[in-house]
C-alpha cells in the first residue's frame, strides 16, 4: 500500500484546514491510518488515528476536540478536519498505516510524504 498526504497550507491562528490521505495498491489490507507531526528541531508526535473498518477514533490530548479524524473507504481516504488552529500546530504532517490503534510510531509500518502546515499567528 502507498499512501499520499496533501491538503496543508498557510493559515492565520483560529483558521481551518483538512488533510488528506489517499491510499493506493493493496488497501484491502488497510486496518489502521494515523496522523503524526513533526516540527523542526522537536521529535515526531502522534495526533489522531482511526480503524480502517470500525471507524474507532484515537486523539492526541493536544487536538481533541479541534481536530477531528474521518475515513472514506470508497475512496481509499482517510481526512483530518483541523479547525481552532494555533502556532504550535504549526509542523509537517505525515500519515501512516498500521495494525493496531496506537499512539506509538513505531507501530505504523508505511508512512507517506508529509505535508506542510504553518499557522500564522
Known amino acids: 500500500v502507498q499512501l499520499q498526504a496533501s491538503g496543508g497550507g498557510l493559515v492565520q491562528a483560529g483558521g481551518s484546514l483538512r488533510l488528506s490521505c489517499a491510499a493506493s495498491?493493496?488497501?484491502?489490507?488497510?486496518?489502521?491510518v494515523g496522523w503524526f507531526r513533526q516540527a523542526p528541531g522537536k521529535e515526531r508526535e502522534f495526533v489522531a488515528a482511526?480503524?480502517?473498518?470500525?471507524?474507532?477514533?484515537m486523539y492526541a490530548n493536544s487536538v481533541k476536540g479541534r481536530f477531528t479524524i474521518s475515513g472514506d473507504n470508497a475512496k481509499n481516504t482517510v481526512y483530518l478536519q483541523m479547525n481552532s488552529l494555533k502556532p504550535e500546530d504549526t509542523a509537517g504532517y505525515y500519515c501512516?498505516?498500521?495494525?493496531?490503534?496506537?499512539?506509538?510510531?513505531?507501530?505504523?509500518?508505511?508512512w507517506g510524504q508529509g505535508t506542510q502546515v504553518t499557522v500564522s499567528s
Open positions: 501512516a498505516t498500521g495494525n493496531r490503534l496506537t499512539a506509538g510510531s513505531t507501530q505504523y509500518f508505511v
Open positions: 495498491g493493496r488497501t484491502l489490507n488497510l486496518q489502521v
Open positions: 482511526i480503524t480502517w473498518s470500525a471507524g474507532l477514533t
